[in-house]
């Protein structure tokens, strides 16, 4: 069979650089390994020894490990704490191994240490584009490889092409051809190519006018957004003044509702010692009537406990009327609250606004 370079040079015509032939064709070596059934590939395994310090997985494709015979089982690495914590249930014996991935390499534990015993494992290949087949390694799957190369191989070629296409200038093109006006010679292309050109300048030439175009707009934009945000910061300002406002009567009204409560309950004492009164003045008479001086007498008490009752009426009179002014500086309270909510919500409203205009 042709070796692989030869292969990937029917695809790609001739390639010099065989040092990146080599490594593209390693890779790709390697990522079919990686992505391969184990199924497909333990027949190319073989045995491997694993030390203490572990096995490189950069070397390897591990399927299994096994310590004198025994099979290790796999764990992750999240229960390595408790493969070597003799108090766990998982602690790994050295009839019962245990191995995980850490840091690149697999580790084999057994009896709490790191210990030594044997990989079945499929080593990643390292290809040279003057092979022709590659040692334990699908032989139906080696093409494989032929492709990975060339396709990578076109794509290098393509750039340096690139490269050299970037480098052309279009001042080396003259207006003759051997001595011939190019219009002469080839007279349907020119007119062509003149009519791109044309409409090309054409359109160029606009792009001015539209970019004044789009500045114009943008600008009308801000306008209306610095005269919206005008607009909003005044109703909020005069939002906030009138709460602030609402805010300072009911203060007031408050604090003259709170007075005139504060006097019903002087104004009630007073009237108790009224009442007081009439019930000493009835208790100092005495109900026996001898003659004439006890009616009298009795009639005067009568009149004292009258004026005492009409005092204690007083009071209650002026009691209930600090009560009625107390509970209408709490209705001017509630309304001036009502106003407030009125502005708060006009303000919560304006800033909202604002915020949708300039999102």
């Known amino acids: ?102 840091a690149g390499k697999v580790y084999l534990y057994a009896e709490g240490i790191a210990t030594t015993g044997t990989a079945y494992a499929l080593a990643y290949p390292t290809v040279a584009n003057t092979e022709s087949a590659v040692a334990n390694f699908p032989d139906e799957l080696e093409q494989a490889l032929v492709l990975y190369a060339a396709e990578h191989a076109c794509l290098d070629k393509m750039g340096a092409e690139t490269v050299v296409m970037n480098a052309l200038s279009l001042g080396a093109v003259t207006a003759n051809i051997n001595g011939v006006a190019w219009a002469t010679a ?65 203060n007031a009204a408050v604090l003259l509702a709170n007075t005139e409560y504060d006097k019903i309950s002087a104004i009630v004492d007073l009237a108790n010692v009224e009442f007081d009164k009439i019930a000493a003045e009835i208790a100092s008479g005495d109900s026996t009537i001898t003659d004439g001086s006890d009616i009298d007498k009795g009639l005067a008490q009568l009149q004292t406990a009258t004026t005492y009752a009409s005092g204690g009426s007083t009071y209650l009179s002026e009691a209930q009327t600090r009560i009625n002014n107390g509970n209408a500086y709490l209705s001017e309270a509630q309304a001036d609250l009502t106003e407030a909510r009125a502005y708060i919500g006009k303000l919560v409203r304006g800033s909202n606004k604002y915020k949708d205009m300039v999102r």
């Open 1 to 102: 069979m042709a070796t692989f370079i030869s292969q990937v040079e029917n695809y790609t015509g001739t390639f010099s650089d065989t040092g990146a032939v080599d490594g593209w064709l390693t890779a790709a070596a390697s990522s079919i390994i990686d992505r391969l059934n184990p199924s497909k590939l333990e027949k190319y395994a073989q045995d491997v020894d694993i030390t203490a310090n572990g096995l490189s997985l950069q070397d390897y494709r591990v399927f299994g490990i096994r310590k004198s015979g025994t099979k290790a089982r796999y764990v992750d690495g999240n229960m390595k704490a408790q493969a070597i914590d003799s108090d766990s249930i998982h602690y790994a014996l050295t009839l019962d191994p245990v191995f995980f991935n850490e």
């Open 186 to 250: 080839y007279p349907n292309q020119y007119t062509t190519i003149a009519t791109a050109l044309s409409a090309l300048a054409t359109e160029i030439g606009e792009c001015p006018a539209i970019a004044d175009k789009i500045d114009a707009e943008i600008a009308l934009a801000n306008t209306e957004i610095d005269n919206s945000a005008t607009a909003v910061g005044t109703a909020v300002s005069t939002a906030l003044t009138a709460v602030t406002t609402a805010a300072g009567r009911i």
